[in-house]
T-cell receptor, first 113, second 111 residues
Framework: KAGVTQTPRYLIKTRGQQVTLSCSPISGHRSVSWYQQTPGQGLQFLFEYFSETQRNKGNFPGRFSGRQFSNSRSEMNVSTLELGDSALYLC????????????FGEGSWLTVV | SQQGEEDPQALSIQEGENATMNCSYKTSINNLQWYRQNSGRGLVHLILIRSNEREKHSGRLRVTLDTSKKSSSLLITASRAADTASYFCATDRGGSYIPTFGRGTSLIVHP
């Protein structure tokens, strides 16, 4: 069965622009969560969606937002990009909300210049 | 703030040797998980151990959990060059199931 798919894998944006990242969870998984990974901060939880509703949110500014569609696919958006937003953005899915094991995609590498 | 912290930050061994990584955490947990990340890739789930368990095995992996010391260890036996990766522990915090990750141990296995 296909794993978590994230697109695009790599992208370069300019400060001030906005970016949208996409995530398709494993078939049958209804919970999608997003993480930001940087060398300085490690893996930081962004938010979690289930049944098209944001259920949990990490400590990130409002420039970071997301949504989930009826087919469980999810997108996250970062507006007014800053250099510090350069990171690997990881999407993970689990079968249910609070699923003990989450399965990660390969991530989207964002570079802000 | 980080809930779990791995130790050592980096580990370099020869193929065939055992590799041991430790994870310490601060607050009570329901479960603890270990993940592996190859350079620039996503994380792969290795093993989950619940707070009422003391030891679990999966192939060449052995995980122990000591809730009194708030620590866990991951042992990889007979390591291979393909085990070269970063290893992360992830814990939930009491009352929240969201896994919080440590900064990881970077393991290099020399052939």
């Amino acid at each position: 069965k296909a794993g978590v798919t994230q697109t695009p894998r790599y992208l370069i944006k300019t400060r001030g622009q906005q970016v949208t990242l996409s995530c398709s969870p494993i078939s049958g998984h209804r919970s999608v969560s997003w993480y930001q990974q940087t060398p300085g901060q490690g893996l930081q939880f962004l938010f979690e969606y289930f049944s098209e509703t944001q259920r949990n949110k990490g400590n990130f500014p409002g420039r970071f937002s997301g949504r989930q569609f009826s087919n469980s696919r999810s997108e996250m958006n970062v507006s007014t990009l800053e250099l510090g937003d350069s990171a690997l953005y990881l999407c993970a899915s689990s079968r249910e909300l609070g699923g003990n094991t989450i399965y990660f995609g390969e991530g989207s590498w964002l570079t802000v210049v | 703030s980080q809930q779990g912290e791995e130790d050592p930050q980096a580990l370099s061994i020869q193929e065939g040797e055992n590799a041991t990584m430790n994870c310490s955490y601060k607050t009570s947990i329901n479960n603890l998980q270990w993940y592996r990340q190859n350079s620039g890739r996503g994380l792969v789930h290795l093993i989950l151990i619940r707070s009422n368990e003391r030891e679990k095995h999966s192939g060449r992996l052995r995980v122990t959990l000591d809730t009194s010391k708030k620590s866990s260890s991951l042992l990889i036996t007979a390591s291979r060059a393909a085990d070269t990766a970063s290893y992360f522990c992830a814990t939930d915090r009491g009352g929240s199931y969201i896994p919080t990750f440590g900064r990881g141990t970077s393991l290099i296995v020399h052939p």
